[in-house]
């Protein structure tokens, strides 16, 4: 049996996880297990419960590498999971080529191609420090906005009239955490 797996970063990329799910299913899977979470995240719990559903002879299927990880070690920890259970890992496009852990050269082109994704990211994360450090030295850069902050009068004026800490953070679109912070409160 083909199961899929698709996976997008945001919420606001609906159409990338479509797209995704087509292709999937146009590969043959007849199983789709779909999410919307950061691969920096260690909990995917969709991609945890398609590899659980894995059996010997199937094959989990992805249209990337990078919807699966963002880290050799990542990637080839989960080849391993996938492969404990019998199971291979089919990529549908490496520029216009399929990868398959079935065969040797196959698993060190994905090793390969996954330290190579690992390298770019790196890059990409040195030049957002660097970039991040020439701005402050410069004074543009001021930072994220803190946004429960510049609730914190809203905060106290719902906690004196005697909202409850989770309605606060509901009403607000603020983390209960943020709201204890706001009172100063330990929780």
Do not use: H, W
């Not at 906690?159 to 509901?170: F, H, L, Y």
């Amino acid at each position: 049996m083909k199961i899929g797996y698709a996976r997008v970063s945001t919420t606001d990329q609906d159409a990338g996880l479509a797209a995704q799910e087509r292709d999937l299913q146009a590969a043959g899977c007849e199983k789709v297990f779909a999410e919307r979470i950061s691969a920096v995240k260690d909990s995917r719990p969709q991609l945890a419960t398609a590899v659980s559903f894995l059996r010997k002879g199937d094959t989990l299927v992805v249209t990337k590498p990078d919807r699966l990880a963002r880290s050799t070690g990542d990637l080839l920890a989960l080849v391993d999971r996938v492969r404990e259970r019998g199971a291979e890992l089919r990529i549908l496009s490496m520029g216009g080529a399929e990868l398959d852990t079935s065969s040797p050269t196959s698993a060190l082109m994905l090793t390969m191609l996954g330290a190579i994704a690992q390298f770019e990211r790196d890059l990409m994360l040195e030049r957002q420090k660097e970039g991040i450090a020439r701005a402050r030295t410069e004074g543009r850069y001021r930072g994220r906005v803190p946004t429960a902050r510049a609730k914190s009068d809203q905060v106290q004026s719902l906690a004196q009239d005697g909202v409850a800490i989770t309605e606060i953070s509901r009403r607000l679109g603020i983390s209960r955490s943020s709201v204890y912070r706001c009172l100063g409160r330990n929780f």
